[in-house]
Structures are given as C-alpha cells and as structure tokens.
C-alpha cells in the first residue's frame, strides 16, 4: 500500500526539522528537481495547513521557519538550475552567457554545480558537470581580464584628458566634475597615483611639472573625501582618536540610534 501525498509530505517535514535539520542535507535532496517537483506544490500547502492547525506556539513558529527556508533553498536552487540547464543545452555559447549573465555566475552557483557532481552516481555525468564548471571558470576569467582592460583604457582616456586641459584649475576642475559624477574609478585613481609617485621620484623631471602632478594628485584625495560613504568617514575618524577611553565613549555615541540629521562636524557622522 502506497503513502498519500499528506502522508509524504509530512515525512519530508519530519526528515527536514528532525532527521536533517542542517540546510545542506537539505540540498542533497533538493536538488533533484524532477522528483522534487512533484511534491514541493503540495510540501509548502501542507506546511501552512500544519501552521494553521498548530496550538503550540513554539512548534507553529518553527514549521513557519522551516517552510521559509525550505523556500528560500528551493528559489535558489532552481535559479541554479535554469543556469545550468542553459549552460549543458548551449555548450557553445558559454561565453557569450558569461557576457550575459556574470552576476549570475557566484560562488553559490559553483558550490551548487559540485553538489549536482556528487549527487549524480553515473560517471559520464560527474564528469560532464565538472567540465563544464571548468570551462564556466576559464570563460569567466576571459570576460572579467577583458572588462578590467576596457576599465584601464577608459581612465587613461579620462587621465589624458586631465593633462591635456588648458591649465592646472581647468585641469583640477575636471577632477572635481568627475567625483561628482561619480566618475572617478579606482583604474584611474591608480594612474594618478602612479604619475604622482614617478613625478615625486624623478630627478631628471621639472619642478614645474613635479607641481602639476603633486596639485592633481592632492585634487583627487580631497575630491574622493567628498564621495566617501559617512561609514568611512565615521571609521576615520574614530581611529583618529588617541585615547581609549574617550574612543569608547564616541563608539557608544556613534552607533546609538536617533535622530537622522545634518551632523554640525562632518568628520564626526554616525552611522
């Protein structure tokens, strides 16, 4: 005599809360999807049936907890899923998904590959998922080297540009207008940094120029403390402080709730 779908559904409970209750045996049995699918529609109804019939108040809310987690692990698994299904069926278009999809490409979806490795017991397919969790990796590293080349040309557009204005203000302006525009990215803060550095070590360079470099450089640190987030700030400028004691004391001061307002010293924000 087969089990009802009550009777199925509640053994999945009993396994998840109590044979199991650690979320990564859970994947184990998550993630065979065609099983799993005809069952999670009424698994997640039983749940709520459970929840609502329930009179003890702890037990109701650990069924709820249980069912949220269920679901937060089944969203997860499936948003893994449909990846990896466009990955096997389209094997020669992984780039052109890297290109499209790297956000999707986390260490979760290649934690959740290795657990479709061990799950499968043929070796055909074992071996199937880790090549082509290798060839997602070796595309990956294309894309991104590829994307941090673009970065560096950009700012050395953007660093030419700088140079070549009409004069140092015209030039320390444009530094300014892109910090404003949210514009002044690490690669180019990078070329700045470097020109500073071999301006500031030459021997053979003119004091004149030596100026220039040293006034652009000093622009763009006073133009990055006006983008900075308040955390950063709040950060500084509570390791500014010498003593311990009153350390502590702007500690407590800066991580106590209230009121959202302009702060009267901008140095000392609270987050």
Same mark, same amino acid.
């Given at each position: 005599?087969?089990?009802?779908?009550?009777?199925?559904?509640? /053994?999945?409970?009993?396994?998840?809360?109590?044979?199991?209750?650690?979320?990564?045996?859970?994947?184990?049995?998550?993630?065979?999807?065609?099983?799993?699918? =005809?069952?999670?529609?009424?698994?997640? /109804?039983?749940?709520?049936?459970?929840?609502?019939?329930?009179?003890?108040?702890?037990? /109701?809310?650990?069924?709820?907890?249980?069912?949220?987690?269920?679901?937060?692990?089944?969203?997860?698994?499936?948003?893994?899923?449909?990846?990896?299904?466009?990955?096997?069926? +389209?094997?020669?278009?992984? +780039?052109?998904?890297?290109?499209? =999809?790297?956000?999707?490409?986390?260490?979760?979806?290649?934690?959740?590959? +290795?657990?479709?490795?061990?799950?499968?017991?043929?070796?055909?397919?074992?071996?199937?998922?880790?090549?082509?969790?290798?060839?997602?990796?070796?595309?990956?590293?294309?894309?991104?080297?590829?994307?941090?080349?673009?970065?560096?040309?950009?700012?050395?557009?953007?660093?030419?540009?700088?140079?070549?204005?009409?004069?140092?203000?015209?030039?320390?302006?444009?530094?300014?207008?892109?910090?404003k525009a949210k514009e002044l990215d690490s690669s180019l803060i990078l070329l700045i940094?470097?020109?500073?550095?071999?301006?500031?070590?030459?021997?053979?360079?003119?004091?004149?120029?030596?100026?220039?470099?040293? +006034?652009?450089?000093?622009?763009?640190?006073?133009?990055?403390?006006?983008?900075?987030?308040?955390?950063?700030?709040?950060?500084?400028?509570?390791?500014?402080?010498?003593?311990?004691?009153?350390?502590?004391?702007?500690?407590?001061?800066?991580?106590?709730?209230?009121?959202?307002?302009?702060?009267?010293?901008?140095?000392?924000?609270?987050?």
């Amino acid at each position: 005599m087969g089990y009802t779908m009550t009777e199925i559904c509640d /053994k999945f409970i009993e396994f998840f809360m109590h044979k199991k209750p650690e979320t990564k045996d859970w994947r184990k049995v998550l993630v065979f999807r065609e099983e799993w699918q =005809r069952y999670k529609k009424h698994f997640y /109804k039983r749940c709520q049936v459970r929840i609502d019939m329930e009179t003890d108040s702890s037990l /109701k809310q650990k069924l709820v907890v249980l069912a949220r987690k269920v679901k937060k692990i089944d969203d997860e698994i499936e948003k893994h899923m449909e990846l990896f299904t466009e990955l096997r069926d +389209n094997p020669a278009d992984i +780039n052109a998904i890297v290109a499209r =999809r790297r956000k999707d490409f986390t260490g979760e979806f290649f934690r959740h590959l +290795n657990f479709l490795v061990n799950a499968y017991n043929g070796l055909d397919e074992r071996d199937g998922v880790a090549r082509l969790g290798a060839k997602c990796l070796s595309a990956i590293h294309a894309y991104d080297c590829t994307l941090e080349q673009l970065d560096i040309e950009s700012a050395q557009t953007k660093f030419d540009d700088i140079l070549n204005s009409s004069s140092l203000e015209d030039a320390c302006d444009k530094i300014k207008s892109l910090a404003k525009a949210k514009e002044l990215d690490s690669s180019l803060i990078l070329l700045i940094n470097r020109a500073w550095a071999a301006a500031k070590d030459s021997t053979t360079m003119k004091d004149k120029v030596k100026d220039i470099m040293y +006034n652009i450089y000093t622009t763009t640190k006073e133009s990055l403390k006006s983008i900075s987030p308040p955390e950063m700030k709040l950060i500084k400028y509570l390791l500014n402080i010498e003593d311990p004691e009153e350390r502590f004391g702007a500690l407590a001061t800066a991580f106590s709730p209230g009121d959202e307002r302009e702060a009267k010293d901008e140095d000392a924000l609270y987050t």
